[in-house]
Nanobody, 126 residues
Framework: QVQLVESGGGFVQAGGSLRLSCAASGRTFGSLIMAWFRQVPGKEREFVAAISRGGSSTNYADSVTGRFSISRDNTKNTAYLQMNRLKPEDTAVFYC???????????????????WGQGTQVTVSS
């Protein structure tokens, strides 16, 4: 079992930045593919970014490429999502997700991930 706890959400003006953190426990962190998704009311959960076990490979949604950056620190059992040049349309609840399957890195489907955090709200004002 893996427990994921997100933090770092909040309120920011358009063009600003936020850094989300996801602290993991319960399983060797380095064995997990880590990802971020987001969701707004009435819509499906949307893939944002994923990172490989060692951090050398990443995958991004087109909508965030060049603005967001996913990273991880395996010594701290934590994954991060640095969000720059935020837009009002980035407003959502952001979720951290994890999978033990290496092939998950190439998937942008929420169903590919087994473990989920409780989410953290990000609100971007115009």
């Amino acid at each position: 079992q893996v427990q994921l706890v997100e933090s770092g959400g909040g309120f920011v003006q358009a063009g600003g930045s936020l850094r989300l953190s996801c602290a993991a426990s319960g399983r060797t962190f380095g064995s997990l593919i880590m990802a971020w998704f987001r969701q707004v009311p009435g819509k499906e959960r949307e893939f944002v970014a994923a990172i490989s076990r060692g951090g050398s490979s990443t995958n991004y949604a087109d909508s965030v490429t060049g603005r967001f950056s996913i990273s991880r620190d395996n010594t701290k059992n934590t994954a991060y999502l640095q969000m720059n040049r935020l837009k009002p349309e980035d407003t959502a609840v952001f979720y951290c997700a994890a999978s033990s399957s290496p092939s998950t890195l190439g998937s942008q489907y929420a169903r590919s991930y087994v473990y989920w955090g409780q989410g953290t709200q990000v609100t971007v004002s115009s």
